[in-house]
């Protein structure tokens, strides 16, 4: 009941920012928290932050806290990543994910999450 789409990667130098936008569908948008994953090549899909439905509380992985920030725009439907000072360690798919459910096991964990977009890919170079 939910579709996620994905836009704003590409490739961008060492220190440079990108804003990624996670356009979601359906009226109930506003009740899911969301949350980014990466997967870089050759390694598996890791957690980047989390946003509550109401978007009053974030989390964010400790390898990008200071630098990224996630957020949403629930009259728009559309949650953000606003990534600053990229490394190239930062390159990978990105990925937004939709959590329906009224009970939280593990923020960071993929499986907390019901819906998935089909991510963007960002690529920093040296």
């Known amino acids: 009941q939910v579709q996620l789409v994905e836009s704003g990667g590409g490739l961008v130098q060492a220190g440079g920012s990108l804003r990624l936008s996670c356009a979601g569908s359906?009226?109930?948008?506003?009740?899911?928290?969301m949350g980014w994953f990466r997967q870089a090549p050759g390694k598996e899909r890791e957690f980047v932050a989390r946003?509550?439905?109401?978007?009053?509380?974030?989390y964010h992985a400790d390898s990008v806290k200071g630098r990224f920030t996630i957020s949403r725009d629930n009259a728009k439907n559309v949650v953000y990543l606003q990534m600053n000072s990229l490394k190239p360690e930062d390159t990978a798919v990105y990925y937004c994910a939709a959590d329906s459910s009224t009970f939280i096991l593990r923020r960071a964990s993929q499986a907390q999450y019901d819906y998935w977009g089909q991510g963007t890919l960002v690529t920093v170079s040296s």
């Open positions: 946003i509550s439905g109401s978007g009053s509380g974030t």
């Open positions: 359906g009226r109930t948008f506003s009740s899911y928290a």
